[in-house]
């Protein structure tokens, strides 16, 4: 089952391109409206402000579905969990509910970086229950959906804001 249709996650609010006040106003919107997911990425600049409006919105936690992004520029062993733990203490929370590999790697070769997920999903208690790539097209896919490089099986696809790349979910 894809997380993103469990409780009420059928609809997700995107934080990017918003910061400041004016991210905490919409956010505190949507929840007023119903909004229960919400997605960031490191990219965006805007976990910190997302997790304090989150986290002052009145709504508790067990009943969000909160998503973030690695950017591919961390993609290496030495700085992925480093990002992960920055965007967990920026998001004030002890785990996301989907982290993402967020748009592939230059080199267009995702093994590594889904390895690097892996490690993540083995190590750590407070990693999300699903993992997932944002915006790789799915012609990159195939290779690597049956390579043994993730112990758990696609759990959906969501297509994101750009209809012709689909999000895949872990978990």
């Known amino acids: 089952m894809n997380i993103c249709f469990q409780k009420t996650y059928q609809r997700s609010f995107g934080t990017f391109p918003l910061t400041g006040e004016v991210l ?6 949507a929840v007023r409206v119903g909004y229960r997911a919400f997605d960031t990425a490191q990219w965006y600049g805007n976990e910190a402000d997302t997790g304090a409006a989150l986290k002052a ?11 973030t992004k690695v950017r591919p520029d961390r993609y290496s062993e030495k700085d992925f969990m480093p990002s ?21 790697p230059a080199d267009g070769n995702i093994a590594p970086a889904l390895r690097l997920l892996q490690q993540a999903l083995d190590q750590a208690a407070e990693l999300p229950p699903s993992l997932g790539l944002a915006e790789v097209g799915e012609q ?21 804001t750009f209809p012709s790349l689909p999000v895949w979910a872990f978990g």
């Open 57 to 67: 919105c009145g709504v508790d936690r067990a009943e969000l579905c909160i998503a």
């Open 24 to 29: 905490n106003h919409a956010i505190l919107a």
């Open 140 to 160: 990159r896919l195939p290779a690597h959906r049956d390579a043994d490089l993730i112990s758990r099986s696609p759990r959906g696809r969501r297509t994101c």
């Open 84 to 104: 992960v733990e920055q965007s967990l203490r920026d998001l004030q929370v002890d785990q996301v509910d989907v982290l993402y590999l967020h748009w592939p």
